[in-house]
């Protein structure tokens, strides 16, 4: 159950370490958005900007975020989407589902990231050495603009 239905956007340089709720911060310099779960439960959700992940849209006074927020390695398993500003719930997904979209997930980072060849080979989605300096880079930046004191 969604308990918040809008986010106010705050463009800041660093996300901070307590996340108030109903504020979505959105980090330009490290291309992610963080907010806390729209459900009420207190988690920290982050949102990567990559050509795999996340896409947001600013249109002068609201944000969107496209694709919807499926958080099911948390406890509360919340589904929305945020939608200038609004947040939609989107309904729970079973687990099956879940494991499809990861599946759609690492196959389109394998396609972007050039690592197709090595998980048709491999017959299970996982990337290769190639690929991990860039998602190691992208957890670096997340991990260090997560622990930088609030300014």
Excluded at 9 to 29: A, K
Excluded at 45 to 61: A, L, N, Q, S
Aim: glycine share 8%; net charge positive.
């Amino acid at each position: 159950m969604i308990r918040l239905e809008r986010l106010q956007h705050q463009f800041v340089q660093y996300i901070p370490q307590q996340l108030s709720p109903g504020v979505l911060y959105i980090s330009m310099e490290y291309g992610t958005a963080a907010h806390s779960c729209c459900c009420g439960c207190g988690e920290q959700v982050v949102t990567p900007f990559t050509p795999t992940d996340w896409k947001m849209t600013y249109d002068g006074e609201t944000i969107s975020l496209w694709p919807s927020i499926g958080n099911w390695t948390l406890a509360c398993r919340s589904h929305y989407v945020i939608d200038r500003g609004r947040v939609l719930e989107a309904g729970p997904w079973t687990d099956k589902q879940v494991a499809a979209e990861r599946r759609r997930d690492q196959a389109a980072k394998a396609r972007h990231y050039g690592t197709q060849k090595s998980i048709e080979s491999a017959g299970a989605p996982r990337p290769d050495d190639s690929a991990q300096p860039k998602v190691q880079g992208l957890l670096s930046r997340v991990r260090r603009w997560t622990t930088r004191p609030r300014r």
